[in-house]
């Protein structure tokens, strides 16, 4: 398969322009703080050198289990519309991608890789590129607009060979779906040992995402027969350690058909409540994502600043000790020059020059030094100015070398970073606060709020 893009025919196209959902909006809002180009969270974070990902609009649920469970026939259940194959024949070959959008579309390899960046690294594993596909309905039903499902191939054993490595794409996908549905079928591959061993390994790191539903409840005969399908189903998962917990539940589900009416108790519901609730969760977790990712670009911004300070007050510290250390390798080569030209100007001259009284007080402060230049030998005078220059020139190296500043913030990055600070703490956080009013008074009346 290519990275093309097949067009198909728009069906009801104007059922997109409902009204947007609170929790829709609540997500969407978020996201853009995170994207925007010129003041997002991203582009922020990224100037005091955090990094951030944006929080998803969508939840991504994962549909696994041996072929021919209802997978697919779940989801056009789930968006009212004829969007997958359905079949007792293995339909689902590769990984389907199944979401909401403004028009009927299928995409196909690389594009469907494009329209979900975060699912780029499954290029690594080998053939499974060319099995991604996407197909994008206009179907609101539901909370379909918040929901992005993946529905996987199905799974069997004994000499089925797959063109990549499913077991482990599944598990990847695992790691970054929100939630993920298990159908066992009650037809003679419930017990399908890939789909056991997958979900085992699964629950030691997903546990908590992972929900097993009784597909086809209806096809499995009376309620005796099913009451034995599940057990033997639940006996199997109990057999392996990973899976034997306390209050293990498998509603029984099916997809209602009023033309074949059915005795069997439908929890299909249940489904629904359990994509309700992981929608609720991640609206959650984004605002507190949000919250939290504001507290550490701030707590980041202000360490850049303090840093900055510190960094410039040692700056100031080092230019002393430098300047210091300058002056006094300069001094040394210039009292060396002093002694030279007095001795070589004569008295007179020097009192021309300096007065009588300044000739005295210059006398007085030399005469030692000038004894004892003169008590030593000619080769001891000479070595005692070499090592006085040598002094000089190791003070000017130490000046030069030991005390360099360090690079800080200029005036205009200062002010930015200030501004920056006071966007999160104003504005973002501000909105923040809004956002998860608006998601509590969807289910808590002001006066519960206190506002």
Known sequence: ?????????????????????????????????????????????????????????????????????????????????????????????????????????????????????????????????????????????????????????????????????????????GDLCDLVLVFFDPMGQALCKRTLNIVERMNEKQGDRLRFYLSKADEAGGESDRQRVMMQIVQELCKRPGLNKCGFDMPTIYIPNPNKPSRCVNQIEEVCRAVEKTINQTVQNTLNSLEKDCEVISEAITDKLSNDRHTSAMNRRARCKSCLLTLLGFTVPLALMALLVLGILSQELLEVALGREGTETLSLYLTPVVKVFDSLSVEQQLYGCGAMVLLSFLLLIIARFSFRTQPTLSGKQKRQLHEKLDYIQEVVKTKKKKLYEDYLRQSVSDHDMGL
């Open 1 to 173: 398969m290519s990275g093309k893009i097949k067009s198909r025919s728009v069906a009801n196209a104007d059922s997109i322009t409902g009204a947007v959902s609170c929790d829709e909006r609540i997500l969407r809002d978020c996201h853009q703080l995170y994207t925007d180009p010129d003041s997002g969270l991203i582009s922020v974070a990224e100037s005091v050198d955090v990094k951030l990902l944006p929080p998803r609009k969508k939840i991504t649920v994962m549909l696994m289990g041996n072929h021919s469970a209802g997978k697919s026939s779940f989801i056009n259940w789930y968006v009212e519309e004829h969007i997958q194959r359905t079949g007792v024949a293995i339909e689902t070959q590769g990984f389907n991608f199944v979401t909401s959008g403004r028009k009927r579309e299928s995409l196909t390899g690389n594009a469907t890789l494009h329209l979900y960046p975060h699912f780029r690294p499954l290029q690594e594993f080998k053939g499974v590129s060319e099995y991604l596909s996407t197909e994008i309905c206009t179907s609101r039903q539901k909370r379909f607009s918040l929901v992005t499902f993946v529905d996987s191939p199905g799974l069997v054993d004994g000499d089925m060979k797959y063109p990549f490595d499913v077991d482990e794409v599944i598990m990847w996908l």
